[in-house]
């Protein structure tokens, strides 16, 4: 259980009263919380105030000085309320974390523009290409949008729904696989999004690939790059253009990771610049990103 001793504000009888209460948003709404908590803030200007709850929304940010933990570990200890955040049940501090987990959340929503990637991978290559084409003068995102990785492809709708009902502007940008497939028929992104804000990896490529991934789009790069990491497969990918070259990679060498191809693809283009990337590779972007801005 979480506790505060909060200063709030009152006047006429309340004035200089001491007020308790217990759960006092248990039937309200999380919106609602947040609003009742304010009611408090001005209730308490004059008198004290405190109240005991379990949830996150009933905790202010700006609040945490004022928070005190309440834990019985066995009836024969009682009741004991902490000065200090730090106690022995971590899961006292839940309401907690889960307050300023909400608090971070929100600062995904601040950008008017998104376009909504599957992997934080996929964030990293399009946010490194849109800094290094806008410092060499190339082709870049416009309205400084905020790129938002979903997760996994089967999140995006969600995304979609959340961010369409914050009435912000977004884009859905999913691999040519099976998995992006699947997404981009699920109803709410048919229904939420126009048809060219659904953009798709292979709608980018000047050749086919089956089951295109984002990386295909950078595939000479992101190859020779391999190699550097121990994943010598230039042989295959070149001997094989229309196939992932995620997957040749995945299957030809052990602990492939994406999240190393893409952190050295980061490093490579800020030492190298938008002017190294092959022709191939700077046409695949131009066209994405003309694709986003129309989608935005």
């Known amino acids: 259980m979480v506790t505060g001793s909060l200063p709030f504000s009152g006047s ?3 004035q200089g009263a001491i007020l308790l209460l217990d759960e006092p948003g248990l039937s309200l709404h ?5 609003e009742f908590r304010k009611t408090i803030s001005l209730l308490g200007e004059d008198n004290q105030i405190i109240y005991s709850t379990h949830s996150p929304f009933m905790v202010g940010s700006n609040e945490l ?3 005190r933990i309440a834990e019985m570990e066995s009836r024969e200890a009682g009741t004991k309320v902490h000065s200090r955040l730090q106690v022995d049940d971590p899961r006292s501090v839940f309401p907690l974390q889960a307050a300023l987990g909400y608090e971070l959340a929100q600062s995904m929503f601040v950008q008017k523009k998104n376009p909504l990637c599957e992997g934080v991978t996929d964030m990293l290559y399009l946010n490194a290409l849109n800094e290094a084409a806008k410092s060499a003068g190339g082709p870049t995102l416009r309205n400084n949008p905020a790129i938002i990785p979903a997760g996994t492809a089967s999140k995006v709708a969600y995304f979609v ?4 009902g914050q009435k912000l502007d977004v884009a859905a940008l999913l691999d040519s696989d099976k998995a992006g497939d699947m997404a981009a028929q699920q109803d709410a992104l048919v229904a939420l999004l126009p048809k060219k804000a659904v953009l798709r990896a292979a709608d980018f490529l000047d050749h086919h690939v089956d089951g295109a991934e984002l990386e295909d789009l950078f595939r000479q790069t992101i190859a020779a790059l391999a190699s550097t990491l121990g994943w010598d497969s230039t042989a295959t990918i070149a ?3 229309t196939r992932p070259i995620m997957d040749i990679l995945s299957r030809e060498h052990r602990n492939v990771s994406k999240w190393k191809l893409a952190r050295s693809f980061t490093l490579w283009l800020g030492e190298n610049g938008y002017g190294s990337l092959p022709a191939n590779e700077a046409a695949a972007w131009d066209r994405l990103v003309k694709a986003v801005n129309r989608a935005l």
Do not use: M, N, S
């Open 30 to 34: 999380a919106l609602k919380q947040q």
């Open 65 to 67: 000085d004022l928070v």
């Open 161 to 164: 729904t959340i961010y369409t």
């Open 12 to 14: 006429g009888r309340l």
């Open 239 to 241: 001997a094989q253009p």
